[in-house]
């Protein structure tokens, strides 16, 4: 595609379900990164992959918290036994590579009731 | 670790100039980069400055001194369109793509 998609768009779950997110990054781009954005605030890195390799999980903010990528192309964070707090909109990024310039998609906008 | 500070909100009127601040405090530092983000939209990459002095693209300008540790982002001749979120972020390696952000600065642009 032209650009870093992700779905869905918006998520709303109760407490303590498991929920999916997806992107589809930019295609040929090696690199993948996921960012959370809570309102009102900044970017928070949660992981990056360097193909479908993940040398930094240093974000994730609990075991609750995975990710995997496959095919050096769609990734899926998965947040288990969800959580109020981790209501936000979840970023993903690609780059071509390393020290290149990531391109962010549109987010999915996670709520837990 | 990182910590970035930027003011909150900015205002300024079509056609005028605004100065975004930047001050951080790093235990690594690559670089310095700015984002956009209008409400709802994705972070759109604005400029990143590696080195220490102003780099021009357009109307947005971007400055960097590394031994002030300090950064701004300089939008002349500004248009409603401009009215978003800018965002400082620190490279505290060469992988572009983490960063740490500060917590934004609300531009408004006034008629």
């Known amino acids: 595609g032209a650009g870093v998609s992700q779905s869905p768009s918006n998520k709303v779950t109760e407490k303590g379900k498991d929920v999916e997110l997806r992107c589809d990054p930019i295609?040929?781009?090696?690199?993948l990164y996921w960012y959370r954005q809570r309102l009102g605030q900044g970017l928070e890195f949660l992981i990056y992959?360097?193909?479908?390799?993940?040398?930094?999980k240093s974000g994730l903010p609990s075991d609750r918290f995975s990710a995997e990528r496959t095919g050096e192309s769609v990734s899926t964070l998965t947040i288990q036994r969800t959580q109020q707090e981790d209501s936000a909109v979840y970023l993903c990024?690609?780059?071509?590579?390393?020290?290149?310039?990531?391109?962010f998609g549109q987010g999915t906008r996670l709520t837990v009731v | 670790g990182q910590s970035l500070e930027q003011p909150s909100e900015v205002t300024a009127v079509e056609g005028a100039i605004v100065q975004i601040n930047c001050t951080y405090q790093?235990?690594?530092?690559?670089?310095l980069s700015w984002y956009q983000q209008h409400d709802g939209g994705a972070p759109t990459f604005l400029s990143y400055?590696?080195?220490?002095g102003l780099e021009e693209t357009g109307r947005f300008s971007s400055f960097l001194s590394r031994s002030d540790s300090y950064g701004y982002l300089l939008l002349q001749e500004l248009q409603m369109k401009d009215s978003a979120s800018y965002f400082c972020?620190?490279?505290?390696?060469?992988?572009?793509?983490?960063?740490?952000f500060g917590d934004g600065t609300t531009l408004t642009v006034k008629p």
């Open positions: 990024a690609s780059s071509l590579d390393l020290p290149a310039e990531a391109f």
């Open positions: 295609s040929g781009h090696t690199a």
């Open positions: 992959f360097q193909g479908n390799s993940a040398p930094d």
């Open positions: 790093t235990s690594g530092f690559y670089g």
């Open positions: 400055n590696a080195l220490d």
């Open positions: 972020a620190v490279r505290d390696s060469p992988n572009a793509g983490k960063s740490t």
